[in-house]
């Protein structure tokens, strides 16, 4: 174990930038959102003020409005499309437009509490705090509107899960006509069947044209939008990440705690109202159509990590999947006509998303469940190195190479650090 654990870290420290990592050479080389977030818990294992700067640094950029770009573009790099060009934000640092699962306010509780220098911990979260306050409320204002308990995504990206087959319904309604030439730098880098299709990324590129047009205004982006989703995945992680912002506040800003609470208690019940029994989890909604979107995938199971739903019925469909594939967990149930074993959000293992899954389905009493997820992890990872990405059927590696979070989960999963649970 070990020699994992140093090799974890040596995955972190060849990808460290000057206080931010990027998630791997090449394929992506600038600091990701949600990457960082669990990077910044897998730093904090072993070098917590490392894992504040990781933090430190996501949060230069972002906007006055609250929102944290899922891209910031601290250095240039021509290895990757699209660049801070084809955004045009105007941000400085330079930035992309859209956000991406707020995974955050979670990452600082967990470094807080694994911070031995506690006079640090505590002068750093007191910084950091008011930028969560920020953010949480951008949320729910930008992406709630209506005040209805769920956030809308209006873009694939937006999710972490970008060519999910949950969103092939409502991408089909994007137009593929672009004003931005596409220059596909990903696919140079790893093989395109594991990759999103090219009709993917015209729409993709679509909407980053339509919201530049909108000059990234968020009211304007929201009714612009012609992609706009309550995914289940986003509004587990921003529920949970309230969870963890409410125990934040009650020591650094006790004024707000009510009404984060508020948004919970709201959230949780309109999170609850995606589940399908016939399923046997949770569904994203198409805000568009008013329609679920009928497609067993990962992100169905993540309301448990935010302390929703019945875990027990969870494992059961949980372990439905498993009868068709050897690793935990698919991002797309095997059974599903649209399962892809290694087309990046069509049917790959996920590190982080196994990580999440199993600490919810441990805090939910569904032990076993929660044990098979953490043991299948480490064997992929044991057995392909710290792939992007793995076969559920096989276990081979996908995707890029010395992958920045997969390492993170390494490390959390080696028991070298304990961070906090969801709850106040």
């Known amino acids: 174990m070990t020699t994992d654990i140093d090799a974890a870290r040596e995955v972190l420290a060849a990808n460290d930038r000057g206080g931010y990592t990027v998630p791997t050479a090449r394929l992506y080389p600038f600091q990701w959102n949600w990457d960082s977030a669990f990077v910044a818990m897998g730093w904090a294992s072993f070098d917590a003020a490392r894992a504040w700067r990781e ?74 705090v008011p930028a969560l306050l920020r953010n949480h409320a951008w949320w729910h204002a930008a992406r709630d509107p209506l005040v209805t308990g769920l956030v809308a995504i209006l873009h694939p990206w937006e999710s972490g899960m970008d060519n999910s087959p949950a969103w092939d319904a409502p991408l089909a309604r994007v137009p593929t006509t672009t004003t931005t030439a596409i220059v596909r730098r990903d696919t140079g880098h790893v093989d395109p069947q594991m990759r999103p299709r090219a009709e993917d990324y015209q729409r993709f590129i679509h909407l980053v044209d339509a919201y530049r047009a909108a000059g990234w205004d968020a009211g304007r982006m929201y009714a612009a939008a012609p992609f706009r989703v309550a995914d289940v995945a986003t509004n587990a992680i921003l529920l949970r990440a309230e969870r963890d912002l409410l125990s934040l506040a009650e020591r650094f800003a006790p004024a707000q705690s009510r009404a984060i609470d508020e948004r919970i208690v709201r959230m949780e019940r309109a999170l609850g109202g995606l589940w399908n029994e016939a399923r046997g989890l949770f569904l994203s909604r198409d805000l568009v159509a008013g329609a679920a979107l009928d497609v067993a995938t990962s992100a169905g199971f993540l309301p448990v990590w935010a302390g929703v739903g019945d875990g027990a019925h969870l494992a059961a469909t949980l372990a439905r999947w498993l009868t068709h594939a050897r690793f935990a967990v698919p991002s797309t149930d095997p059974a599903e006509p649209s399962f892809e074993p290694l087309r990046y959000w069509r049917g790959p293992v996920w590190a982080v998303v196994n990580w999440m899954l199993a600490e919810g389905f441990a805090a939910a009493g569904e032990v076993a469940s929660a044990q098979r997820i953490r043991n299948d992890t480490q064997a992929l990872i044991g057995g392909a190195g710290f792939a992007e990405y793995f076969d559920p059927l096989t276990g081979a590696g996908a995707g890029g190479n010395r992958f920045s979070w997969t390492a993170a989960i390494a490390l959390l999963l080696s028991g070298t650090s304990r961070p906090h649970r969801g709850g106040a």
């Open 55 to 128: 933090i430190e640094r996501l949060l230069e950029g972002q906007w006055e409005d609250g929102r944290i770009p899922h891209i910031i573009f601290h250095a240039p790099a021509d290895t990757y499309f699209p660049g801070p060009d084809v955004w045009g934000t105007h941000h400085a640092p330079p930035t992309s437009g859209i956000v991406q699962p707020p995974v955050l306010a979670t990452a600082v509780r967990a470094v807080f509490a694994a911070d031995p220098d506690r006079a640090r911990a505590e002068g750093r979260t007191a910084a950091i």
